[in-house]
């Protein structure tokens, strides 16, 4: 039996599964590609929105190398948001069964449309650092909700009730705080870097050098977090141990790219790479925590919700 709801049809299934997969990649993806734009100075490179130059919805000879990059960042929204409104279609017949996926499938999509109107500001704005901040912040959100879409997608509808200790389940909230403030510190320190998307914006006039310190301090705490909660799950084998090690993994190599760029002099491909990490560590997390819970067992011989008897 498929681990999706027993009573989904097949077809619609699939649909939902590829749909699901492709929107999660492709929020993934447009952090890449925004990366790109600002790494590469290309920020102002379609000088206008939602058309790149004023009289031309695509950039002209004129805007260079720069107007193609930052239009091919663009043009993602556009499948982007398809499929954010797909995985929302495809969701809306389950939606009195399955209302978690119904929520986060309808919450994807609103902040998809927000962050294309946030999109916007930043180019009326020429590139505002605290509006950056904001809208890489978003994605990052984006990909968090995404990312919970295809957890929840592959449990059972119903109940569900705390599978692990509850002091282990604290100490992994206290990990995801820990995380939360690593990424924003993170988003602080690059808007008072030299990587602003345009060689003419000012930046935010906070010592860079200085938040890059600031930054390491809970990226290190976070790391020995996680050691303890690996350590944890796995003496007694806890549900989320899988996804601890996923997280793990990233976060250390997260640690290992920002160690490199911060004694390099900041390679744009480098923070590139570290700004993507940041949003998949995240994303990692947000496993961690729903597997946290586990469906309410049936006993066979007692009553029990319809819901926990349908998933």
Request: charged share 10%.
């Given at each position: 039996m498929n681990r999706f709801v027993a009573w989904l049809p097949d077809h619609v299934d699939r649909?939902?599964?590829?749909?699901?997969?492709i929107s999660f990649v492709l929020n993934v993806l447009i952090i890449a590609t925004g990366g790109a734009v600002r790494l590469t100075a290309s920020g102002l490179g379609c000088s206008d929105w939602p058309v790149c130059v004023?009289?031309?919805?695509?950039?002209?000879?004129?805007?260079?190398?720069?107007?193609?990059?930052?239009?091919?960042?663009?043009?993602?929204?556009?499948p982007l948001l398809i499929a954010?409104?797909?995985?929302?279609?495809?969701?809306?017949?389950?939606?009195?069964?399955?209302?978690d996926l119904f929520?986060?499938?309808?919450?994807?999509?609103?902040?998809?449309?927000?962050?294309?109107?946030?999109?916007?500001?930043?180019?009326?704005?020429?590139?505002?650092?605290?509006?950056v901040g904001f809208h890489y912040t978003v994605s990052v959100?984006?990909?968090?909700?995404?990312?919970?879409?295809?957890?929840?997608?592959?449990a059972p509808a119903g109940p569900r009730e705390l599978a692990v200790p509850r002091p282990f389940a604290?100490?992994?909230?206290?990990?995801?705080?820990?995380?939360?403030?690593?990424?924003?510190?993170?988003?602080?320190?690059?808007?008072?870097?030299p990587h602003s998307g345009d060689d003419d914006v000012v930046r935010t006039g906070v010592d860079a050098t200085l938040l890059a310190h600031v930054h390491s301090w809970p990226g290190y705490v976070l790391g020995a977090l996680l050691v303890a909660l690996v350590a944890w799950a796995a003496a007694a084998r806890l549900r989320p141990l899988k996804w601890l090690l996923v997280l793990t993994a990233v976060v250390l190599v997260q640690i290992a790219v920002g160690?490199?760029?911060?004694?390099?002099?900041?390679?744009?491909?480098?923070?590139?790479?570290?700004?993507?990490?940041?949003?998949?560590?995240?994303?990692?997390?947000?496993?961690?925590?729903?597997?946290?819970?586990?469906?309410?067992?049936?006993?066979?011989?007692?009553?029990?919700?319809?819901?926990?008897?349908?998933?």
């Open positions: 649909r939902i599964r590829i749909t699901a997969w004023p009289g031309s919805l695509t950039p002209t000879p004129e805007m260079g190398i720069h107007g193609v990059i930052e239009f091919g960042n663009r043009t993602i929204s556009g954010a409104l797909l995985v929302l279609l495809f969701t809306w017949r389950l939606r009195r069964e399955r209302k929520r986060l499938a309808l919450l994807v999509l609103v902040l998809v449309v927000v962050q294309a109107l946030v999109g916007a500001f930043v180019v009326w704005q020429e590139l505002a650092a605290a509006l959100v984006i990909v968090c909700i995404a990312a919970a879409y295809l957890v929840r997608m592959h604290i100490l992994t909230h206290v990990t995801t705080l820990a995380l939360a403030v690593t990424v924003v510190v993170g988003v602080m320190t690059t808007a008072s870097g160690v490199f760029q911060a004694r390099n002099g900041l390679p744009p491909l480098a923070v590139g790479v570290h700004m993507v990490l940041a949003a998949l560590s995240a994303a990692a997390m947000t496993t961690v925590v729903l597997n946290l819970k586990a469906p309410v067992r049936v006993v066979a011989d007692s009553p029990a919700p319809a819901e926990a008897v349908r998933g």
